[in-house]
């Protein structure tokens, strides 16, 4: 794994633990929700999303940069990362203070809603079924699990900003004719 990892640039090897932890955080979630019992809000389940968009960007971009030997698909990958990231973290900090009552949720998030296709167009005005976003299901250490996203997320986004602002300095100096 050493290896693997030596061989990868800076931004890959961001790109590389982007995937490994956004996989990771999505197969958590499902073991959860599976093996455990615990259903997601709806909150929770885009939280999922942008996971699986991080995903997909960090496997595109490691795909790429490999197959056409381009370090700016990388840096493209890491920048659309980041973004991601970051709005994860705002999804996650929007269902903590949703869990600690700072302020209402959604309307969708109340639980009980309509479940056949007939009543489709009339169950958009009703919350849909599901746990309520306010009710946390699991905490470790006083932290629920959207709080664990929070933290995990703003991690990921501090390390995809550090490898994108480090790429944009080497083009800018490549581009001043300072290959260094």
């Known amino acids: 794994m050493r290896k693997v990892l030596t061989y990868l640039s800076f931004t890959e090897r961001a790109l590389a633990i982007a995937f490994v932890t956004s996989g990771a955080l999505i197969a958590g979630a499902h073991l959860f929700e599976k093996v455990g019992g615990l259903a997601p809000c709806v909150l929770c389940l885009d939280q999922r999303e942008a996971h699986w968009t991080a995903l997909a960007v960090a496997a595109a971009g490691l795909i790429l940069a490999r197959l056409f030997n381009s370090q700016l698909a990388a840096a493209s990958a890491v920048g659309a990362a980041?973004?991601?990231?970051?709005?994860s973290v705002g999804l996650a900090f929007f269902h903590v203070g949703v869990e600690y009552g700072y302020w209402p949720g959604p309307a969708i998030c109340a639980g009980g809603g309509?479940?056949?296709?007939?009543?489709?167009?009339?169950?958009?005005?009703?919350?849909?079924?599901?746990?309520?976003?306010?009710?946390?299901?699991?905490r470790f250490f006083g932290v629920s699990m959207a709080g664990y996203n929070m933290l995990i997320s703003a991690g990921?986004?501090?390390?995809?900003?550090?490898?994108?602002?480090q790429e944009s300095r080497a083009a800018r100096r490549i581009r001043q004719g300072d290959p260094s």
């Open 82 to 87: 980041a973004l991601v990231y970051s709005v």
């Open 114 to 138: 309509a479940a056949n296709l007939s009543d489709i167009v009339a169950s958009l005005d009703q919350p849909a079924s599901g746990p309520s976003c306010e009710d946390v299901q699991w």
């Open 156 to 165: 990921l986004f501090g390390l995809t900003i550090f490898a994108a602002l």
